[in-house]
């Protein structure tokens, strides 16, 4: 596990807050047995919410419809 500095730097050169980080090292055994069916379907929806935002916005592919 990374130090917080080294969390706190990553975060600086990333341009994005302390909490992103934590959100999305989320894994299922981090929940408890009664909660996992709601992580099991809002995670993935916060989880690219998330990644989204801290992504430059050309790494994303335009969907064309």
């Known amino acids: ?3 917080q500095r080294t969390i706190e ?3 600086e050169v ?3 807050p302390e909490f992103m980080i934590y959100l999305l090292a989320l894994e299922q055994q981090d929940i408890s047995g009664n909660r996992r069916e709601a992580y099991n379907v809002v995670y993935p929806i ?3 919410l998330l990644l989204q935002i ?3 916005p050309d790494h ?4 064309h419809h």
């Open 9 to 11: 730097k990553l975060c």
């Open 46 to 48: 916060i989880q690219k």
């Open 1 to 3: 596990m990374p130090s």
């Open 54 to 56: 801290a992504m430059p």
């Open 14 to 16: 990333l341009e994005i």
């Open 60 to 63: 994303f592919e335009v969907e």
